[in-house]
Structure formats: C-alpha cells, structure tokens
C-alpha cells in the first residue's frame, strides 16, 4: 500500500500515463535536479519522462554528480 498526499493525484495520474510509475525511486532524480518541486506539474513529468527516455549508468552519474553540487551549493534551500 501505498501513501501519497490528496493533491498528488494529478501528478500520479500523469506518471503513470507517461510509465514513470514503472521506474524504482532512487536517492535523487533528474526532476531533482531541474527544479524539485519548485517545478509545475506538467514540466515534471516532462522532466521524468526524459530520464526515462536518457536512462543509463552514465546518465545515472551525471544526476549523482549534479546532486552532490546542489548538496554543496546549498541550491534551492529556503528555510
């Protein structure tokens, strides 16, 4: 069973439209690293969608790699 928020329905129904809903979660994402949930719905499937298209080791080293920079970087921290 899973739990999601009341306002996420529109953004389950669209991933799982696109086969994102496949994919197994990992520590961090492509849609992570564009943007998190500063991101409209629609550009964030876009975004998992081309993870899903780009998927492979490199790709997956990229999104490592750019995520310990925002880490650093502290981007997009707010509070």
């Known amino acids: 069973m899973s739990i999601r928020l009341f306002n996420q329905d529109d953004l389950v129904a669209l991933r799982t439209k696109h ?7 990992g520590l961090t994402g492509w849609a992570q690293v564009n943007g998190r949930d500063e991101l409209p719905i629609p ?7 081309e993870y899903l298209q780009k998927k492979s080791f490199w ?9 310990f920079l925002k880490v650093v970087q502290r981007a997009g921290v707010t509070h």
């Open 43 to 49: 550009e964030k499937v876009a975004v998992e969608v």
């Open 19 to 25: 086969g994102i809903h496949k994919l197994v979660p």
């Open 59 to 67: 790709f997956d080293l990229k999104i490592l790699w750019m995520t």
